[in-house]
């Protein structure tokens, strides 16, 4: 028999427990044994909850009770939920998680003290909730040398760009409905400001090239500067904007990663994921791009994420994983100045104007354009050099276009 | 150090000694030991390969050579392959093949073989080509009650739809264009009358739901029927045609599938699918609706799946990889009569007579349609009750909507 103690009885937490008793049968029939929860921590009372037997307020009786082989972290943040982890690992239990927070900026210690304890440290609901990526990528794409990585990462901000796009909202009336939806926070700015997005694409990153990569080496730009004039002129030429985390093999073992809103094509998967749906493409050096495609977050996908690494672990519970990654560095992360990528600018200044500065440029209509304003494509360039052709121009927004 | 032995080198198993080569110092990382190819059985002489020395003609060679671990069939069909396969597991050795013909037909058997003689039998290529599909269903997955596989799964018949519906190509000019760019076979049957669509969701059918399912009991229709006036009238109510293997969870532990073309709303990530790109769209109990996408087939793509598979098990050799299914049954699968959707049908008929014959509908239209001719969409029923209210009709087409 395995144990299994679910630490947070919150959304996610619930939903595993749920995931667990609804499916049990099956789940025990894959593992081969008998899976069962023992234990739910959380501060709160749940006198009427159907596992209010399994619930404890002190981590000690899950830390030092032998029979516990899994232990299931969904409190989420690197406070407390470090300190459960490290004390978990150090009783030699398995600990899986949704924790993005804690993977991205804790990951290489954690995964340290799993291997030096003979367990596993398995997180694949901390990105893309129950989208299967991380384990695809360092198993089923094992063969390939990775190129890069780019992700719809985040689904609040997803869910916003698309009722922008679709409905013509603003960026303030999307995010209130999205808030009335239960999509976003009340307080948003993990969300719309990139920072989820950017702990996200630190894991991929890690998980991709081989070296932890920490979220403050990583720039991460949100969407509260996109305007219905960009979906407008983006729309007009065929693209979709939408925010991505990118991360970009380098020369010499380095790596680029970074967060901002960047214009799709059309005719890439990834311009057609809309509301809260994720998706990540991955390209190889021999699958070419491949992508991953399902809902980013959400009580149940993100508990069958969280299950499927359960089972991972009860099936064989002292084997050793290789889900690392080595230590990063300050000199790991390059910045994004070397990456060229045609660029999407709206400004205020004449066509001419724009040819003028830059050059050989794709010009964009929308209805209702005021005189004196152009938007515009330009020919692939570096950033530093965007930045020097429109200095001093009245810039409303620049943006990336995935090539 | 692990031994692979390549039986087969064409396309793909030439790729598999490429990517070996080229991506050898990863894959020793990964694997954490030396992976290295020790023959390549061909009846052909390679004179000027690089690999000329690793060629033998006899398979005895390998089959009674202790070294090697892992054989990698890449010869295609189920005649001498399956003499090869059941020689190499009889002698304890892995097998790996991107082979879906003798998955479909042999899989139960060699599944069985494979871990009578302590070994594993691998075929992550056999669908999707490099798309990571057949592991992330049975392990990232596996904490779901899996309802239902939908997929693009046959590249050749994406790519005449695409052209008919980009570019208005006919069947006939499209696959000729397909042929001249080495897509399609010059004799196209496999692809087009949906055989190898047919195979591919027999295995996904199989690791979704257990048991095998014969390629004999699974109907499939092709697109040699689908004309330009169906891709027009589906165009005008925002549905592309696209051929789909469908397996789908019945009551009592039987199984649903079949092969055929549908229409595909294009709010649904399937219909952004386009040219040879494969995408398999999952629905599990918890996770809801997941997608993944890749290029289907090709030299690199294919081979990238199949070394995923050589480090699998190169990892670990002795590993039981409980990757099987059961025995299939005569009457396991059971016809597609009972799934209810909308129709897509195309008649000879006025507005008026459609509405009698088939109720609430949507009527299409299309520029240049001829008098007398009617085209629209049904309330959802079963396809007994939609034939019969066609009764005696002359009837152009009739397809399924995916819902």
């Given at each position: 028999m395995?144990?299994?103690a679910?630490?947070?009885?919150?959304?996610?937490g619930?939903?595993?427990?749920?995931?667990?008793?609804?499916?049990?049968?099956?789940?025990?029939?894959?593992?081969?044994?008998?899976?069962?929860?023992?234990y739910?921590?959380?501060?709160?009372?749940?006198p009427?909850?159907?596992?209010?037997?399994?619930?404890?307020?002190?981590?000690?009786?899950?830390?030092?009770?032998?029979?516990v082989?899994?232990?299931?972290?969904?409190?989420?943040?690197?406070?407390?939920?470090?300190?459960?982890?490290?004390?978990?690992?150090k009783?030699?239990?398995?600990?899986v998680?949704?924790?993005?927070?804690?993977?991205?900026?804790?990951?290489?210690?954690?995964?340290?003290?799993?291997?030096?304890?003979?367990?596993?440290?398995?997180?694949?609901?901390?990105?893309?909730?129950?989208?299967?990526?991380?384990?695809?990528?360092?198993?089923?794409?094992?063969?390939?040398?990775?190129?890069?990585?780019?992700?719809?990462?985040?689904?609040?901000?997803?869910?916003?760009?698309?009722r922008?796009?679709r409905?013509?909202?603003?960026?303030?009336?999307?995010?209130?409905?999205?808030?009335?939806?239960?999509?976003?926070?009340?307080?948003?700015?993990?969300?719309?400001d990139?920072?989820?997005?950017?702990?996200?694409?630190?894991?991929?990153?890690?998980?991709?090239?081989?070296?932890?990569?920490?979220?403050?080496?990583?720039?991460?730009?949100?969407?509260?500067?996109?305007?219905?004039?960009?979906?407008?002129?983006?729309?007009?030429?065929?693209?979709?904007?939408?925010?991505?985390?990118?991360?970009?093999?380098?020369?010499?073992?380095?790596v680029?990663?970074?967060?901002?809103?960047?214009?799709?094509?059309?005719?890439?998967?990834?311009?057609?994921?809309?509301?809260v749906?994720?998706?990540?493409?991955?390209?190889?050096?021999?699958?070419?791009?491949?992508?991953?495609?399902?809902?980013?977050?959400?009580?149940?996908?993100?508990?069958?994420?969280?299950?499927?690494?359960?089972?991972?672990?009860?099936?064989?519970?002292?084997?050793?994983?290789?889900?690392?990654?080595?230590?990063?560095?300050?000199?790991?992360?390059?910045?994004?100045?070397?990456?060229?990528?045609?660029?999407?600018?709206?400004?205020?200044?004449?066509?001419?104007?724009?040819?003028?500065?830059?050059?050989?440029?794709?010009?964009?209509?929308?209805?209702?354009?005021?005189?004196?304003?152009?938007?515009?494509?330009?020919?692939?360039?570096?950033?530093?050099?965007?930045?020097?052709?429109?200095?001093?121009?009245?810039v409303?927004?620049?943006?990336?276009?995935?090539?």
């Open positions: 395995v144990h299994v679910i630490l947070g009885f919150g959304t996610v619930s939903g595993v427990a749920e995931v667990l008793a609804t499916n049990g049968g099956l789940i025990d029939h894959r593992v081969d044994d008998l899976v069962r929860l023992k739910i921590l959380d501060v709160r009372d749940f009427d909850s159907p596992y209010r037997d399994l619930f404890v307020k002190d981590f000690g009786a899950i830390e030092n009770d032998h029979e082989d899994i232990v299931v972290e969904t409190i989420g943040g690197a406070g407390i939920a470090l300190d459960f982890t490290t004390r978990a690992l009783a030699g239990k398995s600990v998680t949704s924790n993005k927070e804690l993977v991205a900026t804790h990951g290489y210690e954690l995964l340290q003290l799993a291997r030096a304890n003979g367990c596993s440290y398995l997180f694949e609901a901390s990105v893309g909730g129950g989208i299967p990526i991380l384990r695809p990528l360092t198993s089923c794409l094992a063969a390939n040398e990775l190129e890069q990585v780019s992700g719809i990462l985040n689904g609040t901000t997803n869910y916003i760009l698309t922008m796009i409905a013509g909202l603003t960026f303030d009336q999307a995010l209130a409905e999205a808030q009335a939806n239960g999509y976003a926070e009340k307080d948003p700015t993990a969300d719309v990139g920072h989820d997005a950017c702990r996200k694409i630190c894991i991929l990153a890690a998980l991709a090239f081989g070296r932890h990569v920490y979220p403050d080496q990583v720039p991460a730009q949100g969407i509260r500067g996109v305007t219905l004039e960009d979906v407008a002129y983006a729309d007009s030429a065929g693209y979709k904007i939408k925010l991505l985390g990118r991360a970009l093999r380098q020369p010499q073992g380095r680029c990663a970074f967060v901002a809103p960047h214009l799709v094509p059309g005719a890439n998967p990834l311009a057609g994921v809309e509301d749906f994720n998706a990540i493409a991955v390209t190889g050096n021999a699958i070419g791009d491949v992508m991953f495609y399902g809902r980013g977050a959400g009580k149940l996908p993100t508990a069958s994420a969280v299950v499927a690494d359960v089972i991972d672990i009860a099936k064989d519970l002292k084997k050793d994983r290789h889900n690392g990654w080595e230590e990063g560095a300050p000199d790991l992360v390059v910045s994004a100045d070397g990456i060229v990528s045609p660029w999407y600018i709206r400004a205020q200044m004449s066509a001419e104007q724009a040819r003028r500065r830059c050059g050989d440029i794709q010009l964009l209509a929308r209805g209702g354009a005021p005189a004196g304003e152009a938007a515009f494509l330009t020919a692939p360039m570096a950033e530093p050099e965007v930045r020097e052709r429109l200095e001093g121009a009245d409303g927004s620049l943006y990336r276009v995935l090539a």
